[in-house]
């Protein structure tokens, strides 16, 4: 039981934003998101297990000593390499068997197998294929944002490395992405790990061939780092003379367990990849999964690992995703394209110029359409909500006009196509010129305010006015009012136990990049997912510059933070930086990366909360140049992220509000001259903010702004004013569903208040319902004796009767020997489960508990109650104090007697 690391709760949402959850509305099952009694064990390495053969792997005699003793399992994935990870993915026969898996000599840990969702961008435009509107000169825009272009205009383009991309595989058919797979092509090896028909819960069939026709994701992936120039679109990878490995891990649908994610990392480790990039996760807060762990063991030994920092932003801090979390990973934020391609409808009859409309490709409609408006009020706010009047003609000879607003574009169009109409332009009513989602099949194009009134006036007056389409060479070019910030997507970190994430930024908001051929060739993409093998490109360029050397590849990571440039939290020039916690170092500056001749050691200055505040840091500067350097030192603050909302229990949801009151910085000094090849060490003081509100548990960062006359590079420092041991983990109030959690549902729905008996035949059992405010590490579900004397610290009148007595005496965690509980009076244990993330506002946890204790038995008939406990971040495991701990009402267990197994 002990050690079930690394779940991740599978939140269900609750009609998020509303004001309380109906009840009656929660699923009853656990959504714990894990494929039932299949675990990754991992495995000591040590010569001396009692019992092993000399000649025998050490995962080999874990499972023998399993088979001996009876115990029936499968094995999946085996893991045999040395110094990264040795260990089996096995499925148990029973539950009831974990406790003699851990009681196995040998077995260092049990996590179990975790799922990760298959990517979803945050918007996703399949571009039509061939013969698509010519493209903008500026195609490469983010190339030229990040320096990208410059280097390949050196002839820097990754040839000679070698890059793994672990997604749902790639479509190499591709004319952009060599036509071919194997050696002599672009996509030079990989391999399926799942098949077609992987769910992420049933087998996988895996074979050689990582085409992906199905997907797309990993297609979009390979053509960011590998496109080849002189398509149509003018596009390029960042890296695209690297050779590609393509292992799918994802079918054509569905979910990945982790099993398969380490075996795909180590698969990338063992064929000697210079670069692992994977662009998907799941949130989590922590740098426990098997995965993250993994990943993180081969970043450091100088294989670069590039991984998704997720796309939960509206969610607020502290929820990274992992395997980003990864302690040594690149964990990659998203910036907004700072254009984006839109198209021109052409006007006749009238000299007025084409009129701009948001969508990447033409409305393929090749007519000289006249125009028919809905109305001829163009300060109307709910034009076309109602059906049309009888007198409106046959609107499929028009291209309809309507204006936004009151109901969906839904409706509108709904309305026009009763009519006939499915040629349609709406205009903004002033709600902003950007995206929109109309739902359906009918050609409708979004165009500004003034274009629009303009189209009204003409119809009105009976110009005759009359539109067209062209199929070519009417993209435009459009500033995205967004481009150049973080998407507001990228989750925010750092993780809960403070690790820097994420690490940096790069392009990937409306992104155009390749496509598998039956699913369009083309596609636009946004979420972290793009920026991530942006950065495994701008790697190949390093290390196909500065040489393949494990030494480059573990400086990659800092080459690529100190040289990021810092991005605003807004284009007013008024508001503070981008918090760290979102933007990580900044966007990367490949060029200047490649070519800096300045070093700055550590990159990353973690200052953890004050509780365990490192204030005081250690950067050196090296002078790798030819010349002597004069520096500046400065410090640059960045927003104060307000991480909490003020006297609650309750994460902020993103954008994080951003504030001015910034730690104050002292500097060993603020000048410094070095010759070539000199270094020098300064010592970086930093003080917490001495204003704002505490209760927003305030994350502060900023910047070490190292300058010479001719380069800029930084060291970013993260911090926190407050202690995590403060944060409350288990949430106690009635918010989300109008009553108090933590609370067990009963056979009919309703909360428990009192005592409630249940027979576990059907569906009468107790279904528990919580939500963590914040994340744990240890979150513990016990039976205890109904009249046990216990003070919980979340409930502490919940006894009906309660003798006065110390809490010392009946509540003693056990000292010296960690997460045993062992001293705890409790009946037994139902169930632990190990670092698990926050639930975002508006989201809960539901556990079934059965008649069964965690390790199988039957609980005998009699009263009870449950007794739950989760441990605050940072908290000592042997200090009561530490926990969150919650007692439930009597719970009677009157299971039939005849009934063995009558749960669910
Ligand atoms: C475990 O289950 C498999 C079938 O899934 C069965 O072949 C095997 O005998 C079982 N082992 C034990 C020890 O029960
Ligand atoms: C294609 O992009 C390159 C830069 O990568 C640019 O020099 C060239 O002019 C572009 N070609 C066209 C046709 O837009
Ligand atoms: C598109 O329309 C805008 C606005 O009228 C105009 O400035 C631009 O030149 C047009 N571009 C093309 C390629 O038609
Ligand atoms: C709107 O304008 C058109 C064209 O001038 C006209 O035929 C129609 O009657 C007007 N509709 C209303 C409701 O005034
Ligand atoms: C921050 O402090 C906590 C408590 O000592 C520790 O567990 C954690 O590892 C620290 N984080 C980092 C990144 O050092
Ligand atoms: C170094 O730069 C500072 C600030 O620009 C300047 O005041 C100082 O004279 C410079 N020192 C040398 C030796 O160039
Ligand atoms: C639960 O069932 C037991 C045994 O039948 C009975 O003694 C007890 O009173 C019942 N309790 C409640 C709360 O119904
Ligand atoms: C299972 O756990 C319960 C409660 O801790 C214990 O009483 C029982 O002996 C255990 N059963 C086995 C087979 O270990």
Redesign the pocket.
């Known amino acids: 039981m002990k050690s079930l690391s690394g779940i991740f709760v599978q939140l269900a949402l609750a009609s998020y934003a509303l004001a309380t959850i109906p009840i009656s509305s929660v699923e009853r099952k656990t959504n714990l998101p894990f494929i039932p009694n299949k675990f990754i064990v991992e495995v000591d390495t040590a010569a001396d297990i009692p019992g092993k053969r000399s000649d025998e792997a050490p995962h080999a005699h874990v499972l023998r000593s399993l088979t001996d003793r009876g115990i029936g399992f499968r094995v999946g994935h085996e893991y045999n390499a040395p110094g990264l990870f040795v260990g089996a993915a096995i499925t148990l026969n029973s539950t009831s068997d974990v406790k003699e898996l851990e009681n196995t000599p040998g077995v260092q840990a049990i996590r179990p197998v975790v799922l990760y969702d298959a990517p979803k961008p945050v918007y996703s435009h399949v571009v039509s294929g061939q013969g698509d509107p ?4 500026e ?2 825009s983010t ?1 030229i944002l990040t320096g990208v ?1 410059k280097l ?1 205009a050196q002839g820097i383009l990754g040839a000679g490395v070698k890059i793994g991309i672990i997604d749902t595989g790639v479509d190499y058919t591709h004319p952009s992405l060599g036509s071919g797979f194997g050696q002599g092509y672009k996509v030079a090896g990989g391999y399926d790990f799942v098949g077609d028909d992987y769910t992420g819960s049933n087998t996988p069939v895996p074979d050689d061939d990582p085409l992906d026709q199905c997907a797309g994701h990993g297609t979009h992936v390979a053509g960011i780092i590998g496109a080849d ?1 002189g398509n149509e679109y ?1 596009i ?1 990878g960042v890296a695209y003379k690297a050779a590609l490995y393509a292992y799918r891990i994802f079918g054509c649908e569905g979910y990945v367990g982790d099993d398969i994610i380490v075996a795909a990392l180590l698969r990338g480790y063992s064929d000697k990849l210079d670069v692992l990039t994977l662009s998907l996760g799941a949130a989590s807060g922590w740098t426990e999964a098997t995965g993250a762990v993994v990943a993180s063991r081969i970043a450091a030994t100088g294989t670069v690992v590039t991984i998704a920092a997720g796309n939960d932003g509206q969610f607020g801090a502290f929820f990274t995703s992992s395997p980003g979390n990864g302690v040594n990973v690149i964990s990659v934020a998203s910036l907004d394209n700072t254009v984006t391609l839109l198209q021109n409808v052409t006007v006749h009859g009238s000299a007025h110029p084409p009129i701009t409309y948001y969508s990447a490709t033409p409305v393929p409609s090749t007519a000289e359409w006249p125009i028919y408006a809905t109305s001829n009020d163009t300060t109307i706010i709910d034009d076309a909500c109602d059906p049309l009047p009888d007198s409106t003609p046959d609107l499929s000879n028009f291209v309809t006009i309507v204006r936004r607003g009151t109901c969906t574009f839904v409706q509108k169009i709904g309305n026009i196509q009763d009519k006939g109409g499915d040629l349609i332009i709406i205009y903004d009513n002033g709600n902003g010129f950007g995206l929109i989602n109309t739902g359906g099949d009918e050609e409708a194009a979004f165009i500004q305010a003034a274009d629009g009134e303009w189209l009204v006036s003409q119809f009105v007056a009976g110009t005759g006015v009359t539109l067209n389409f062209p199929q070519h060479g009417a993209s435009v070019e459009f500033p995205d009012p967004t481009g150049g910030l973080i998407s507001s997507f990228t989750s925010y970190g750092p993780s809960n136990d403070f690790f820097f994430k994420p690490s940096v930024a790069a392009p990937g908001g409306k992104i155009l990049s390749t496509f598998p051929v039956p699913l369009g060739s083309w596609a636009v993409l946004s979420g972290t997912s793009m920026a991530t093998p942006f950065v495994a490109g701008s790697a190949a360029l390093l290390l196909g510059y500065k040489g393949k050397s494990a030494a480059v590849g573990l400086s990659a990571r800092s080459l690529f933070e100190s040289t990021a440039r810092t991005i605003a939290s807004d284009h007013t020039d008024e508001g503070p930086l981008q918090t760290a916690a979102q933007q990580g170092a900044g966007l990367v500056d490949v060029y200047t990366a490649l070519h800096t001749e300045t070093l700055v050691t550590p990159t990353q200055l973690i200052l953890n909360d004050t509780a365990h505040y490192q204030g005081t840091q250690f950067i050196t500067i090296r002078n790798t140049g030819k010349t002597v350097k004069n520096y500046t030192l400065t410090h640059v603050p960045a927003g104060t992220a307000l991480t909490f909302e003020p006297g609650t229990i309750f994460p902020a949801d993103g954008p994080v509000p951003l504030s001015t009151d910034y730690a104050t910085v002292q500097l060993s000094q603020t000048s410094l001259i070095l010759f070539p090849g000199q270094s020098w060490p300064i010592s970086v003081h930093v003080t917490p903010p001495t204003t704002g509100d505490p209760t927003t548990v305030p994350i502060f960062s900023g910047f070490i702004k190292i300058q010479s006359e001719t380069e800029i590079t930084h060291a970013t420092y993260l911090g926190l004013k407050g202690s995590l041991r403060d944060v409350q983990v288990v949430d106690n109030t009635d918010v989300t569903f109008g009553f108090d959690l933590p609370a067990l549902i009963d056979t009919s729905g309703s909360p428990q208040t009192g005592p409630f008996n249940y027979t576990f035949v059907g569906y009468d059992w107790p279904l528990g319902l919580l939500r963590l405010a914040f994340g744990t590490t240890v979150l513990r579900f016990d039976l205890v004796k109904s009249d046990i004397q216990l003070i919980p610290t979340l409930n502490p009148r919940s006894l009906e009767v309660r003798a006065p007595v110390l809490e010392r005496d009946f509540f003693s965690f056990p000292h010296g020997k960690p997460n045993t509980f062992a001293q705890v009076a409790i009946v037994g244990p139902l169930l632990e489960v190990d670092y698990v993330p926050r639930s975002p506002n508006g989201y809960y946890s539901t556990v079934e508990f059965t008649n069964e204790f965690a390790n199988g038995t039957d609980i005998p008939n009699g009263n009870y109650r449950i007794l739950v406990r989760a441990l605050r971040v940072t908290g000592d495991i042997t200090q009561e104090k530490d926990f969150d701990s919650w007692l439930s009402p009597i719970v009677g267990f009157w299971a039939p007697s005849d009934t063995t197994s009558s749960s669910p």
Do not use: L, R, T
């Open positions: 010519a493209v903008p000169p195609s490469q190339h272009d390949h120039p003018n390029s």
